[in-house]
């Protein structure tokens, strides 16, 4: 199992994921409404006439940046090939979702930081308890040094033996 803060940073990722995922969705699949002082416009597709006319002006100048595009017309439209509206009543159910999910993936990550050491000490405890540690530390690393030594001498004294053993 990871320690806390490799959890906590886990958490904060998934979170952002699931922001992402969330506005994703709602940008693909929220049902249009009109907007009650916006301007109508006809979002009907252009006539059959107006449609062979682009396209024989575009095959007469294949140099043309297409900006005759019947979607580039009309800037409200929205021409984003994954946007499918979903039913108001379905994406309402969805949106609750959502929301329940990121509130107990927030949940989660209070959770962890509540549960960090020394959450509920002061910064007097901390540092003392960091020269504690930092005392300890010195001391095993001493006694580590030694172990360290011991081990070459006796590595050496094998080596010598080994190599008293070879001249017999």
Known sequence: MADRLTQLQDCLDQLATQF???????????????IPTQPTHDLSP????????????????????????????????????????ADPVAFNAALHELAHDLVLKEQQIEYLIGVLPGIEKSEQEQEERIKVLAAELREVEKE???????????VERLDRVIAGVRRV
């Open 144 to 154: 580590r040094r030694e172990i360290v030594g011991e081990k070459e001498e006796l």
């Open 46 to 85: 252009p006539s059959p006439t107006i449609t062979s006319a682009l396209t024989a002006t575009a095959a007469a100048d294949p140099d043309a940046d297409n900006q005759n595009q019947p979607s580039s017309q009309n800037p409200n439209l929205n021409t984003d090939p994954g946007y499918r509206p």
């Open 20 to 34: 992402y995922a969330s506005l994703r969705y709602i940008t693909t699949h929220h049902p249009s409404a009109p």
